[in-house]
């Protein structure tokens, strides 16, 4: 009997306890990027209780009140605990909930990651979804898929408070222009780009532009007659350009040899996986601080550094070889 109401004991305080957690705390703020010290910090905590219990469980009278075991099941019930208050707060009682859309989005992100995991067709799956239920459609806990033009400027326009979502946190504490969230910010970021989108500074790049096409056309005509991997050119072709433009030195993508493809190939592995994972930020977040995830990460940032660094010592802008 006893042991019965120390089990239900631990059942009530473990999820009551994971109620609590996610009504005061998660549901406040975005903690996406903060998923590897969410991780870290019950990763410790189960450990240090698991371990001080092993050895010294709390008793009354010689008789085990709470053990190692008692302890691990507390943590299980805080889990349910969390996850049932987030999957009934999802679906009843969220501000989106009056938004149509699949039961499954409206309660995990899950629900868009394995449609686009199964063909990467998530631009098909959406539009369906808008032809069963409008053009409002819940496709995510908190997100809504809008096709609606009327919602263009409000969303989009210049006086629009809309901020840009949780995806773009996920390369801090680096911030470059594309990935603030700051309008203000932005702004101002954006006048020193414009310098390089200006009619002047267009007319310097043409003939960089010229040079990479007719390679790219050189390209395609020795292929005349035979099947082309029109993609993997055009992507070659738009980093030749970008490494005149941008690193001030060509990339040699547009050549039989291949040339340096570092940045290409970093780009698309991690565009890949984004892709699959846009939906759920927090799972890259958790990656990158992983030694494999970290070591590469730690190579592609040293390699833009060094590039950059030597960018600055280029006053003009290469002609292109």
Sequence with gaps: MALTSIWNNTGILGGVSGISLHHLLFRHGEWDTKSSNIV????????????????????????????AFDFFLLIGYHFLG?????LVYRGLFHRLSRFPGPLGARLS???????????MKIHQDVHRLHQQYGDYVRVGPMEVSIID?????????????????????????????????DKKEHALRRKIVDQSLSSK?????EPVIAKCTEQLLQIIEDRSGNPINITEWLKRYSFEIMGHLIFGRPFNTISEEGGDTFLLDSIHSDMNM????????????????????????????TWLQTNFRQRTEVCTLPAAN
């Excluded at 992100?109 to 063909?119: D, E, G, H």
């Excluded at 989009?156 to 949780?166: D, L, Q, W």
């Excluded at 500074?201 to 790049?205: E, G, N, P, Q, R």
Aim: charged share 15%; hydrophobic share 45%; glycine share 6%.
């Design 201 to 205: 500074a267009l007319v310097t790049y």
């Design 82 to 86: 969390i996850l049932g208050s987030i």
């Design 274 to 301: 984004m892709g699959y994972l846009r939906h759920m930020p927090w799972i890259p977040a958790l990656l990158i601080k992983t030694p494999l995830f970290r070591k590469k990460n730690t190579r592609f940032w």
């Design 149 to 181: 033009l009327a919602a263009l400027n409000p969303l989009y326009g210049n006086s629009s408070e809309t901020a840009k979502g949780p995806w773009y946190i996920l390369m801090e504490p680096l911030d470059g222009l594309v990935f603030t969230r």
């Design 40 to 67: 870290l910090s019950y990763l410790c905590a189960t450990l240090i209780g698991a371990v001080y219990l092993l050895h010294s469980p709390i008793t009354r009278n010689g008789l085990v009140l709470i053990s």
């Design 109 to 119: 992100t899950l629900y868009l990651t394995i449609q686009t995991c199964k063909r």
